[in-house]
């Protein structure tokens, strides 16, 4: 007699296992290597938060902040974006779980889609839910923090102040730069999700799918963190 845990794992077969192994372990790992990666080269990431430390250097010799509550207000409006995109992908998951006897014939007449019963394909199917979930948690909690760089831009001491010594310069620099990257390294991990989200696609069709297309993906985040001509631009 099998244990619980053992039909847990029977559930699905060793291929499927080893792909969902490779993807989790997968998507870790690089943003692990990315965020330490960072501390020595300059990612994409990285690049900009100079960037944002030179704009709050700006805002600290500036009493006008019109244009900086405008930065803060559109970049704030790319995460909301993305957060409402993901509740619309959550909702028509959801509708698809409701009927996923259809949804899994319709599968199954792709010629190369390897077969599958409907708890295996529930069980992708809530992956795939998993990942989208994470990604709206992450644009919302982006927007969050956006919203607290605005507070901070705004209770920003006058540029007498400052020169007067009365209102630490650096202090302010240092951690405005560091709360605005924080919100953009969560959008960043927002992205990053969606970019996942098309190798679990391909584990509709079979796990070596599944496998080729989660590497095919990290290999793409690679190349645009590291290796696009725009970080080139930005680093020049």
């Known amino acids: 007699m099998l244990l619980p845990f053992e039909r847990a794992i029977?559930?699905?077969?060793?291929?499927?296992?080893?792909?969902?192994?490779?993807?989790?372990f997968g998507w870790v790992a690089y943003a692990q290597f990315a965020s330490r990666r960072a501390r020595v080269q300059r990612t994409l990431l990285a690049s900009t938060n100079h960037y944002r430390m030179h704009w709050m250097a700006q805002v600290t010799h500036r009493d006008q902040?019109?244009?900086?509550a405008a930065i803060t207000q559109n970049l704030a409006s790319s995460p909301s974006f993305w957060a409402s995109t993901t509740i619309l992908i959550l909702g028509g998951l959801l509708a698809v779980l409701g009927t996923h006897d259809r949804a899994s014939e319709l599968?199954?007449?792709?010629?190369?889609a390897a077969r599958?019963?409907?708890?295996?394909?529930?069980?992708?199917?809530?992956?795939?839910?998993?990942?989208?979930?994470?990604?709206f948690f992450r644009f919302t909690?982006?927007?969050?923090?956006?919203?607290f760089g605005a507070i901070l831009v705004g209770a920003a001491p006058n540029v007498?102040?400052?020169d007067r010594g009365q209102a630490d310069r650096d202090e302010f620099i240092r951690r405005a730069g560091k709360l605005m990257g924080m919100a953009a390294e969560s959008f960043a991990d927002g992205l990053r999700?969606?970019?996942m989200s098309f190798a679990v696609i391909a584990w509709f069709v079979s796990p070596i799918f599944f496998a080729l297309a989660t590497l095919a993906?990290?290999?793409?985040?690679?190349?645009?963190?590291?290796?696009?001509?725009?970080?080139?631009?930005?680093?020049?």
Do not use: C, G, H
């Open 10 to 24: 029977a559930i699905l077969p060793w291929q499927d296992w080893a792909a969902l192994s490779l993807f989790f």
């Open 65 to 68: 902040r019109i244009v900086d």
């Open 107 to 112: 599968v199954k007449d792709i010629p190369f």
């Open 116 to 135: 599958t019963t409907l708890l295996v394909f529930d069980i992708k199917l809530l992956i795939l839910l998993s990942v989208f979930i994470y990604a």
């Open 141 to 147: 909690w982006s927007m969050r923090v956006y919203s």
């Open 160 to 162: 007498d102040v400052f």
């Open 193 to 195: 999700a969606y970019y």
């Open 217 to 236: 993906v990290l290999w793409i985040l690679y190349r645009r963190e590291f290796l696009s001509d725009v970080l080139a631009v930005l680093n020049a």
